[in-house]
């Protein structure tokens, strides 16, 4: 693999990673009573504590995006 593809592919894993983000939070946004009282039925977790492990997963989710996908793209780009 090549400079440029490298690149390329740090981009592309970038805008996966973003829509990924961008559609969980849309959907906890839009729908967060009906997933929650899945969620709750799922595991057993109260319906109170979710959004605050909601938050946790989004939040944690970012960073992972950021340090394994974003900042290698922008700095395969600055090169």
Not at 9 to 15: A, I, P, R
Not at 44 to 57: D, I, K
Request: aromatic share 12%; with cysteine.
């Amino acid at each position: 693999m090549d400079l440029e593809q490298v690149t390329a592919l740090f981009g592309w894993m970038s805008v996966i990673h973003i829509a990924f983000l961008s559609f969980a939070s849309i959907v906890l946004i839009l729908a967060r009573r009906p997933v929650a009282r899945l969620h709750s039925k799922l595991t057993g977790v109260a319906e109170t504590e979710l959004p605050t492990l909601y938050f946790n997963y989004l939040g944690n989710y970012k960073i992972f995006a950021i340090c394994t996908a974003i900042a290698p793209y922008i700095a395969l780009r600055l090169i």
